[in-house]
């Protein structure tokens, strides 16, 4: 069973960063696809970001060009750089292997919280 925990999360202004970090218990990266979602107060959970092991990204229109997803396979460990953000990228943000129509495939960590607010 993968373990996977979140971290970075806080509370930043809007036009802020903030740098979101996902370690897994294992090796994972090399063969899947790796994502990162979200969970905003009253909303079900979305997709983000995903990066697949041949390094290729994909982003939800919402975060195009403000997020980055990327990866330290030697750490096992997946990132998302998140620039400019805005009130409502607020939510509890959750990292997990991306599989067919952008479900996570393990069991999912407990997130961590970011709060974007002035």
């Known amino acids: 069973q993968v373990q996977l925990v979140e971290s970075g999360g806080g509370l930043v202004q809007p036009g802020g960063s903030l740098r979101l970090s996902c370690a897994a218990s294992?090796?994972?990266?090399?063969?899947?696809?790796m994502g990162w979602y979200r969970q905003a107060p009253g909303k079900q959970r979305e997709w983000v970001a995903s990066l697949t092991s041949g390094g290729s990204t994909n982003y939800a229109d919402s975060v195009e060009g403000r997020f980055t997803i990327s990866r330290d396979n030697t750490k096992n460990t997946v990132y998302l750089q998140m620039n400019s953000l805005k009130p409502e990228d607020t939510a509890v943000y959750y990292c997990?292997?991306?599989?067919?129509?952008?479900?996570?495939?393990?069991?999912w960590g407990q997130g961590t919280q970011v709060t974007v607010s002035s």
């Open positions: 294992r090796s994972i990266f090399r063969i899947n696809a």
């Open positions: 997990n292997s991306v599989g067919v129509g952008l479900v996570g495939l393990y069991s």
